[in-house]
């Protein structure tokens, strides 16, 4: 393992530039070159490498977003384009990949090594939290804080005018983050795939909180909630209740954004540097992931498995806490 490359795919997560800096200082320390992918599967199919040194990733460990850059690549989906990526790795002397990304970019790591053969190891960075053999995904620790950091700013007002906010953050497949924040702030109820709460569900809890002398109420939603977005949710209640002074925020795309918190450095850090050293040791088509504080591997295969039934016990304890 002379020549390793290192690319970032998917949605960016606050802590990529730390995996990559992990990633490329690792190589060094193990005297193998290394070579960033730009653009993601992009990058590979276009062949827009460069070398990377130590000093290429100094300052970066506390950046958010990703200096490799992330993109959609639809030519990389078919089997020419993955084919075109491998002759570029090949041509560049490169002897093992690692891909830091969430979902999507494991599957297509999958077909780049069913089809090529090509070592790749993989970082496990998406804000979603939603692959298996982690206990967190480089990028939720800082969302999450987030999404806190903003929804105790929206309660100063609810509290201030009695009124019923819905706050919509991401997690189009899973409701990890709406269920860890909701419980971090306290609210009403939250709504997630998850959580199983209907329309009807909702309105009777916050009856029950009215009749609890609740002034103020916040709703967590799921954007992938089966009915609907924030928008879409508030317009059903508000037509049950018309009496709700309802206000809705989407958070969107400020929970991807801003410097990676301690845990997400540390955590992009460890993996990393076991990516490299996985590879170095012949490990491939695998994931590096951190359970009980111990760096495991796990297949491509079983760690895109949605995990979102070991939301259960935070399903109950939203539940309990929001009386």
């Not at 000093?55 to 460990?61: D, F, G, N, P, T």
């Not at 909630?225 to 206000?247: D, N, T, W």
């Not at 040791?281 to 590096?288: C, D």
Request: aromatic share 6%.
């Amino acid at each position: 393992m002379k020549k390793i490359a290192v690319l970032t795919s998917g949605g960016d997560a606050p802590g990529m530039n730390a995996a990559i800096r992990a990633v490329v200082r690792a190589s060094v320390y193990h005297n193998a070159e290394v070579v960033g992918v730009f653009q993601g599967y992009q990058g590979l199919v276009t062949g827009d490498f460069k070398r990377l040194h130590v000093r290429s990733v100094a300052k970066i460990l506390g950046r958010g977003g990703t200096i490799l850059k992330s993109a959609r690549c639809e030519a990389f989906m078919h089997a020419e384009g993955r084919a075109q990526a491998h002759a570029h790795l090949v041509g560049h002397g490169v002897d093992g990949l690692v891909v830091i990304g969430g979902n999507g970019t494991f599957t297509g790591a999958i077909k780049l090594f069913e089809e090529t053969g090509f070592p790749v190891m993989g970082i496990p960075g998406t804000i979603d939290n939603d692959l298996a053999g982690t206990d967190y995904t480089i990028g939720f620790d800082t969302a999450t804080n987030t999404v806190v950091q903003a929804v105790d700013k929206i309660r100063d007002t609810a509290d201030s005018h009695n009124r019923l906010f819905f706050v919509e953050v991401m997690g189009r497949d899973s409701g990890f983050i709406a269920l860890q924040t909701g419980i971090a702030t306290g609210a009403v109820a939250v709504m997630t795939p998850e959580t199983g709460i209907t329309i009807p569900g909702l309105d009777r809890i916050l009856d029950q909180g009215e009749l609890a002398n609740k002034t103020s109420s916040i709703v967590m939603v799921s954007e992938g909630h089966p009915e609907g977005g924030a928008y879409e949710i508030a317009r059903k209640v508000s037509e049950i209740s018309p009496a709700y002074e309802i206000r809705i925020t989407v958070l969107g795309h400020i929970q991807r954004g801003g410097d990676p918190s301690c845990y997400d450095r540390v955590l992009a850090s460890k993996l990393g540097v076991a990516a490299v050293e996985a590879l170095i040791a012949g490990k491939h088509n695998m994931m590096a992931g951190l359970v009980n504080d111990q760096v495991v591997f796990t297949p491509f295969s079983e760690a895109i498995l949605n995990k979102t039934q070991s939301l259960e016990d935070e399903v109950r304890i939203a539940q309990i806490l929001s009386i």
